[in-house]
């Protein structure tokens, strides 16, 4: 894997961030201090899976801030293919244009998914769905503000890390200290992968910001936070002490106990496709699958 280049954290970004309840993901509005030029990292399109609309409440709160602050929309960002919420990533880039970027092994995820739904010809994804396949150690323009990519696999096979000037926007691969790391149970998941991307970014410096895209808060921290810096990640209780070995039987332990995510199904078909739903069928209707197991197979 590339080195990250070591004068990364000479400039500090603007970022304002959205906090979404229902799924605690946090959209980051990342901001280069001497223009108008962002990017937005990891939007949510709102579902009511219950009379499955979609809805753009949260998007708009971001699209919101774009457009009162005159900001110039670089990038739409995705850290991962997420299995917990729809991304707005092609609603907010028709909104205020930009192009959707995400890490260069996003066809692993589509391919897997794609088997995983048993879409024929017509309803298959592919990664022109993305303008943007962004490789490690590769850099982008934010205006006069260089953000660079590192690859940190292991809750899946696509994510990546964002380092922006002085501030690193991580994606699932670790939650607040108190919390803990990303499953790793996930298709493309790994759990000693995981722990050597955490390692990785924990050779940032020691003061560089460091960005969650959730927060849960814990049975002591009632309040929802999701910045802290390399120096505050190294102390993660999942992390901090631990041998690799350690790390992957105590993350293989807590994933063969937890459920799957409320909106795993229904996120992976739009988020797969930046976005947008799956194609209508002859009726004009655009459908969700949901795979179905006998219960003999459950049992």
């Known amino acids: ?64 801030h774009i457009q009162e602050n005159d900001l110039k929309v670089e990038y739409i960002m995705e850290t991962h293919i997420h299995a917990d919420h729809l991304t707005a990533a092609n609603y907010i880039k028709e909104k205020v244009g930009g192009k959707v970027a995400v890490g260069k092994h996003v066809g692993e995820v589509q391919e897997t998914w794609d088997n995983i739904f048993n879409y024929k010809e017509g309803m298959k994804t592919d990664i022109s769905m993305f303008d943007v396949l962004l490789d490690d150690g590769e850099s982008f323009q934010i205006g006069g503000l ?84 390399i120096a505050g990640a190294k102390k993660n209780v999942m992390i901090d002490g631990l041998s690799e070995d350690e790390f992957v039987a105590l993350r293989e332990g807590k994933d063969a ?25 002859d009726n004009g209707q655009a459908y969700l699958k949901i795979p179905v197991k006998p219960a003999a197979q459950t049992a």
């Open 1 to 64: 894997m590339t080195e990250m280049p070591q004068n990364i954290a000479g400039v500090s970004p603007d970022v304002t961030s959205f906090f979404d309840p229902d799924s605690f993901t946090i959209t980051h509005i990342v901001k280069d201090p001497a223009s108008s030029s962002c990017v937005v990292i990891d939007p949510v399109l709102d579902l009511d899976i219950r009379s499955g609309k979609t809805s753009t409440l949260s998007a708009d709160k971001v699209l919101a």
């Open 146 to 229: 260089v953000g660079h990519v590192m690859y940190t696999p292991g809750h899946t096979s696509v994510d990546v890390t964002y380092v922006i000037g002085d501030a690193a926007f991580i994606g699932d691969t670790m939650f607040m200290p108190d919390y803990g790391t990303a499953r790793t149970d996930f298709p493309g998941g790994n759990a000693r992968t995981l722990y050597r991307s955490v390692q990785r970014i924990l050779a940032l410096p020691d003061e560089m910001r460091v960005f969650m895209c959730h927060d849960y808060g814990t049975a002591e921290r009632k309040e929802f936070i999701w910045e802290t810096t």
């Open 257 to 281: 106990n937890l459920a799957a995510p409320k909106l795993l199904y229904p996120s992976l078909q739009v988020n797969i496709r930046s976005g947008d739903l799956p194609p209508a069928e």
